[in-house]
């Protein structure tokens, strides 16, 4: 007849037999998972893909690089938060460490209106200079008196007429892109949005994220109440 003493041994002998294959497994899985690595670019094509995906920040002018498994994150967006959520994606599989350099500029949106008026303006000028030159070399065609000058003169008026056509539609839609956003940047519903503005052929499109339903309803009213605006395609998610 077995003691107590012998069913308590056998017990115990048992537990290591099942126990130590489950702790040689264990240490095996931790050896292959140590073995995998990602490489620096695969890393920032991961990270730069997350940034696009978020709402939030695809609008942001956001650079990554990653040297050895540490990111570094340059740029500049609106806000805070933004700037966290950023640092929290730049966090995958591969990375050893993430140095978060962006700036956060409030009127990083106002900036880049400054600068689409700029470059409206810019062109605007040099249509007008090309009017003026098509102009003189019209005068001096008229001046010789030549039948394949004037012939060449009234298709140079007809190109020139054309030119100068387009630079007025493209100047209406950055005008009208302009007017819509120095709509939305003074609303209180809109002060934690971030939305993108885009106008072709006068319809505009609203893109980005909005906090509430009223803020969303609210942009799409003031987009079009703007002067020159004949649609709203309001693509605004609410999060």
Request: charged share 25%.
């Amino acid at each position: 007849m077995k003691t107590f003493n012998d069913v308590v041994v056998a017990g115990a002998v048992a537990m290591v037999v099942l126990a130590g294959p489950a702790g040689v497994a264990s240490a095996g899985q931790t050896t292959s998972a140590a073995a995998v690595k990602v490489d620096d670019s695969t890393i920032e094509s991961r990270i730069t893909a997350s940034l696009k995906k978020n709402s939030a920040l695809a609008p942001r002018d956001i650079d990554v690089d990653v040297d050895k498994g540490v990111v570094t994150l340059t740029g500049t967006v609106r806000t805070e938060a933004e700037r966290a959520s950023a640092g929290q994606l730049a966090q995958i599989n591969g990375v050893t460490r993430v140095t978060n350099n962006i700036e956060v500029n409030p009127k990083v949106d106002e900036s880049k209106l400054d600068n689409a008026a700029q470059k409206t303006k810019s062109g605007l000028n040099k249509a007008v200079d090309g009017t003026a030159k098509a102009a003189g070399k019209t005068e001096e065609g008229v001046k010789k008196g030549v039948a394949k000058t004037e012939e060449g003169v009234g298709k140079a008026a007809d190109k020139t007429s054309r030119a100068v056509g387009k630079a007025g539609d493209k100047m209406s839609d950055a005008s009208v892109t302009t007017g819509v956003k120095t709509g939305l940047t003074g609303e209180a519903l809109l002060r934690d949005s971030a939305i993108d503005v885009d106008t072709q052929d006068h319809v505009v499109t609203l893109r980005g994220t909005v906090p509430t339903e009223a803020a969303k309803a609210r942009a799409a009213a003031i987009a079009a109440n703007t002067k020159g605006v004949t649609r709203v395609d309001n693509q605004l998610l609410v999060k």
